[in-house]
C-alpha cells in the first residue's frame, strides 16, 4: 500500500483511465499510477470539492465557486490551464456530464449547465432551496439531489429541459 501526504485536506478524489485526481485546496494533485508521476495543478480558489473529466479536459469545483478547467496536453506537460468557468454564486459541490454538458450542483441551491464544446452556461436551474448536493443523468433525465429533503427529476428535450413530476 502506498501512502501519499498531501499536506492538505483532500476534498474530492476521482480516477480517469491510469490517472488519480485528488481535490485540495487552490489546487489538484494528478497522479499517474502507471508512470508514478505527479503533478500539481494550480487554478482553483479555495478547497475543491468536485471534479469531473470529459473532452479531454478535467474540471474542478471549489469552494469559490469558480470551476477551473484542464485541457490534456503533451506526456511531459499533461494538463494546461485553459480557463475558470464564473456563475456559481457558492461553493461547487458536484458534478455530472451526460451528452455534450456538465451539470455542476452548488450551495448556492443552482444547477448550471455548461455546453462541454463552448465553455459556456447555457441554462441556470433553480429547482432545489437548499444545496444541490448530487447529480445524476440517467436515460432522458437529469437527477438532482438536495439539502432541502427532495430528490428530482427533470427530463432531456432539445435545447430545454423540463420538470418532471
Given at each position: 500500500?502506498?501512502?501519499?501526504?498531501?499536506?492538505?485536506?483532500?476534498?474530492?478524489?476521482?480516477?480517469?483511465?491510469?490517472?488519480v485526481?485528488?481535490?485540495?485546496?487552490?489546487?489538484?494533485?494528478?497522479?499517474?499510477?502507471?508512470?508514478?508521476?505527479?503533478f500539481?495543478l494550480?487554478?482553483?480558489?479555495?478547497?475543491v470539492?468536485?471534479?469531473?473529466?470529459?473532452?479531454?479536459?478535467?474540471?474542478?469545483?471549489?469552494?469559490?465557486?469558480?470551476?477551473?478547467?484542464?485541457?490534456?496536453n503533451t506526456?511531459?506537460?499533461?494538463?494546461?490551464?485553459?480557463?475558470?468557468?464564473?456563475?456559481?454564486d457558492?461553493?461547487?459541490?458536484?458534478?455530472?456530464?451526460?451528452?455534450?454538458y456538465?451539470?455542476?450542483?452548488?450551495?448556492?441551491?443552482?444547477?448550471?449547465?455548461w455546453?462541454?464544446?463552448?465553455?459556456?452556461?447555457?441554462?441556470?436551474?433553480?429547482?432545489?432551496?437548499?444545496?444541490?448536493?448530487?447529480?445524476?443523468?440517467?436515460?432522458?433525465?437529469?437527477?438532482?439531489?438536495?439539502?432541502?429533503?427532495?430528490?428530482?427529476?427533470?427530463?432531456?428535450?432539445p435545447?430545454?429541459?423540463?420538470?418532471?413530476?
Amino acid at each position: 500500500m502506498r501512502v501519499i501526504n498531501l499536506g492538505a485536506e483532500a476534498g474530492s478524489l476521482i480516477s480517469e483511465g491510469p490517472w488519480v485526481f485528488i481535490g485540495m485546496p487552490n489546487a489538484v494533485k494528478a497522479l499517474n499510477i502507471q508512470r508514478a508521476k505527479d503533478f500539481h495543478l494550480e487554478g482553483p480558489v479555495g478547497q475543491v470539492h468536485a471534479m469531473a473529466v470529459a473532452n479531454d479536459m478535467l474540471f474542478a469545483g471549489a469552494s469559490s465557486g469558480m470551476i477551473s478547467v484542464w485541457n490534456g496536453n503533451t506526456e511531459s506537460d499533461p494538463f494546461k490551464y485553459v480557463t475558470s468557468l464564473k456563475g456559481h454564486d457558492g461553493a461547487v459541490v458536484c458534478f455530472i456530464v451526460g451528452g455534450r454538458y456538465l451539470y455542476s450542483g452548488s450551495v448556492d441551491q443552482t444547477i448550471k449547465v455548461w455546453d462541454l464544446n463552448t465553455l459556456q452556461c447555457t441554462m441556470t436551474l433553480r429547482q432545489h432551496t437548499d444545496t444541490v448536493t448530487s447529480l445524476l443523468c440517467w436515460d432522458q433525465y437529469l437527477i438532482s439531489g438536495s439539502l432541502d429533503g427532495t430528490v428530482k427529476a427533470l427530463g432531456f428535450f432539445p435545447n430545454r429541459l423540463e420538470h418532471i413530476r
